[in-house]
């Protein structure tokens, strides 16, 4: 692949004069010595950016694994720890409930999203292209937009004792359901994952509709002819066809939801007890309050490694086939 | 006929239903930023005499003015600069095919799913070394490194698709490859650069993580970096923190309502993308 440029270079330098027998581009010496100079200042446009990126985010990235092998309090004498940091992570009770809570709020900030969103837009197939259909899309990405802080704040306000979910379920006579949403222990954590799911059903939902769109609308003619009824030309035809924007949509909330850190630090700021804390918390908790650099940044690796394992075999599962 | 009316209605109303869900936050925040100070808000009742002023304490109180100028300039620090070395980058490796460019190619892939907690311990203490905290250069210098691999993913993926002949025409005009960069790659990258910019411009003004950790002064962060010291400050004072997060959050909105479609379709092709 990278020598596909020299080539075709060579050629047109080759062009201006006659190709001599049994040799292949007959470049002049100085000339060919300029190409190569040539594509080797390609190297200039990449260099800024790699610069950029290897300063901020490749030299921490080491310095990362770096200090996972130490204990150090970020001033004091750094002490070689070994992979102590990393048995730590998995077998400490409170670090293995943090990263389990990562994983429950994947049931909300992915499942829901992508399951509602399947069956809304299965349900409109096609959004209106009018003033309706360009407003519904303009509402619907509105928690995108706005910084996840806000949807923190909002949400807090809502599901507080006095908000509107309580305020909701008094007025339909279950006064006994209302409480503190995001301060009690069994509640908690679902509530912090519903502001997940609010925040990703729109984007999910508007992707699987752009996605159904481009569906051969005689697949389903051809279905509806081969009597299929409205499920099974659900499962026949929707769901294959959409693999790809499911599989976007999957990797884009996996991600959100392990590396959860705005919604959660605002709404709960953890609590109560370890109930909402989730890694990227822990992190910041860890190195910045309690100054053990080592521990988060082991928890750091084990973060990394665990989007990275969940990622994976969705992209690949989902990928259109190109082998 | 009939049956697809019905099915139009149906379809209508749970675009209603869910348009409905995604407001109400909003809505409720707004009641209860228009009530009484010191009184505590129901969660939805339209207040009989809605103070108005609260929006005006939440904009003093909040130092709206300075946060704008800051996360104005964080944003005019960070966006350009990306965008322009990302484009170098990509035509770099998408167009021009420097050697070894499939090899820094993954080696920026490496960081495209990269949570941003996963580096952020040795970032704060490498700002320190460069005497940055409490800096919004603090702020600018690493999210222009997070956004690389994204950014370079994204801008190589418009270069490889540029016909190779393009250039060779403009090298045969007797232009070098700089003077082809910007009359002739740049101009037909212009809506994928547009893209970019706005996803980049979303990502700098809600950045949280960065803000609150490597900047200590709320007036020096991004606006999403300073809603969170606004809550920890008036946090149970229910109206003023209404009136205040609805105030911070009206710029992003607004610059959205304005460039909304160009906002859908990048925020569409960005989760497509990565």
Redesign the interface.
Known sequence: MTTAPSRVTAQRAGLSRPARPGRPTPVPPRRRRWLRLARWSGWLWVLPALLMYAIFVLRPLALTFQYSLYHWNGIGVARWAGLENYVTVFTDRDLLKIVGNAFVLIIFFSFIPVGLGLVIAALVRRISSGPFGTAVRTILFLPQVIPLVAAGIAWSWLLSSTGLVNQLLRGIGLDGLARAWLGEFDTALPSVGLIGAWVLLGLCTILLITGMSKIDPALYESARLDGAGPIREFLAITLPSLRQEIGVCLTVTVIAALASFDIVYIATGGGPGLQTTVPGLEIYRLAFAQRQVGLASALGVVLMALVLICVLPIQRLTREDKG | MNLSRREQL???L??IA??L??????V??LS?ALQPRGT?????SWPTDPQWGNFVDAFNVANMGALLRSSLLIVAGVVPVSVL??T??G???GH???????F?FL??LL?L??????????????VQQLGLLNTRWAII??L???Y??F??FWMRAHFINVP?ELS?AA??DGSN?WQM?WRVQVPLARPAIASLTILLF?WT??Q??LA??LVDDSTKRT??GA??AF?GQWGTD?VL??AG?LL??TP??IV??IF?RQ??KA??QG??K?
């Open positions: 149906t379809s209508r749970f675009l869910l348009v869900v995604t407001l109400l936050p909003f409720s925040m209860a505590v808000p129901d969660g939805l070395i990302a170098m980058a035509f770099g490796l021009l095919r420097v050697p070894g460019g499939r820094v080696l920026f960081g799913t990269l949570p941003f907690e996963a580096v952020i311990t040795p970032i704060y203490y490498q210098l690493p222009i490194g997070l690389m691999p950014a370079v190779r060779d090298r045969v490859t960069f979303l003004w809600n949280f993580l609150i950790v606006m999403a809603l969170g809550q229910q923190l209404c997060s911070i959050l992003t909105l959205f309502l909304q906002f859908i925020l569409l989760s497509l990565g």
